[in-house]
C-alpha cells in the first residue's frame, strides 16, 4: 500500500468521481484508475460502487476514509519533523490560496518573497475555502490565504488586511463616471455572481442585504475574470475586490458608499510542526504592505 494510492483514493472519495479526481491530483484518470485497482487488489475488497460517470463509497471504503486521513497526516507530520532542523532560509512551505486572492492580491506578494528568500521553495495550491481546510487539516498544505471569518476547531486564523469591495459596471453604463455609489443605486440590475463555495459570493450578497439591494441573478462562474468579462460586455454588474483592478481594464470599478470589505488572512492547522520555512512566510505575509496593491477608489 502506497501513500500515492491513499491519496488518490481520498481524491476519488471526496469528489464522486475518476475525472475530478483526476483534475484536482493533476494526473492523467488511467493513472488514478489503475492505482486505485492496485489498492483495491490488496485489500482484496471493492471500495467504490461505479454508477457511470460518478462512484460511491462501498462500505469498506467508508471505513478506510478515517484511517487513510490519518496514514497520510502522519507521513506528513513525519516530513515536517525532519524539515524542522533545517535553517528558516531554507525548505519547503505550501501556501493554499483561494482563486479570487492569487492573481490579484497573493501573486505580488509571493514574487516578493521568492526574492527575498530564494533558499525556499514554495509551492502554491488554489481552491476554495473548503477544500483549503481540509488540506490544512490532513497536513497537505502548511498555509492558507483565505476570507475571514473561519469557524474550525483544528483551524487557527488570524486577519491580514481588509480589501474594498468595488461595484464592477460595464463601460458604457449611466454610473461609469461617478467616483463613488450607494449599492442601492444599482437596485434592479442583472447580478453576476461566483457559484456557490466561493466565499466572494457570500461577501456579494451580505453586501446586498445590508444596502437592501434586491438583484436579479443572470449569470454564474467559477472564475472571477469569466464574470468581469461578462460585465464588461454589458450582461449586467457585479462586486469585485479592489485587487481586481490589477488584471482588468475593461470594466469600469466604483467605490461603494457606505464602504463595503472583506477580511484577508491566513490559516494555520493546529498541533501540526512549526517549520522554519513557514515561520518566516506567515512573518512575511504580517509584514507585507498589503494595502499598497490597492488602485485608488473610483479608478475607472
Not at 197 to 217: K, M, N, P, Y
Request: hydrophobic share 45%; with cysteine.
Amino acid at each position: 500500500m502506497e501513500a500515492r494510492q491513499l491519496r488518490y483514493f481520498l481524491a476519488v472519495a471526496r469528489a464522486g468521481s475518476f475525472g475530478k479526481a483526476a483534475e484536482a491530483e493533476r494526473v492523467a484518470q488511467p493513472s488514478l484508475s489503475q492505482m486505485i485497482k492496485k489498492l483495491e487488489g490488496e485489500l482484496g475488497v471493492p471500495l467504490f460502487d461505479r454508477l457511470g460517470r460518478t462512484v460511491r463509497l462501498t462500505a469498506h471504503g467508508e471505513a478506510l476514509v478515517p484511517h487513510a486521513e490519518a496514514v497520510l497526516c502522519e507521513m506528513e507530520q513525519c516530513r515536517r519533523a525532519v524539515e524542522a532542523g533545517l535553517s528558516p532560509e531554507h525548505g519547503r512551505v505550501s501556501l493554499g490560496v483561494i482563486p479570487t486572492l492569487l492573481p490579484g492580491a497573493a501573486t505580488p506578494a509571493l514574487r516578493e518573497f521568492l526574492e527575498e528568500h530564494p533558499g525556499i521553495h514554495v509551492e502554491i495550491v488554489e481552491h476554495i475555502t473548503e477544500r483549503l481546510v481540509e488540506k490544512l487539516r490532513l497536513g497537505e498544505i502548511d498555509v492558507a490565504m483565505i476570507v475571514l471569518p473561519l469557524k474550525h476547531s483544528e483551524i487557527v486564523v488570524s486577519e491580514l488586511f481588509r480589501e474594498p469591495l468595488l461595484a464592477a459596471v460595464p463601460p458604457s453604463h449611466e454610473l461609469e463616471g461617478a467616483g463613488s455609489i450607494s449599492l442601492a443605486t444599482l437596485k434592479g440590475e442583472k447580478l453576476l455572481l461566483l457559484r456557490e463555495g466561493h466565499c466572494l459570493r457570500e461577501d456579494v450578497l451580505e453586501a446586498c442585504t445590508r444596502a437592501q439591494a434586491d438583484f436579479e441573478t443572470s449569470f454564474e462562474s467559477d472564475q472571477l475574470d469569466s464574470l468581469l468579462a461578462m460585465v464588461e460586455a454589458g450582461f449586467g454588474v457585479s462586486l469585485a475586490p479592489a485587487t481586481a483592478i490589477r488584471q482588468n481594464t475593461g470594466c469600469r470599478f466604483l467605490s461603494l458608499e457606505p464602504p463595503a470589505f472583506r477580511r484577508v488572512g491566513y490559516a494555520l492547522a493546529s498541533g501540526h510542526h512549526a517549520l522554519p520555512a513557514r515561520r518566516t512566510l506567515i512573518q512575511f505575509l504580517k509584514r507585507f504592505p498589503w494595502p499598497t496593491l490597492f488602485f485608488p477608489r473610483g479608478t475607472a
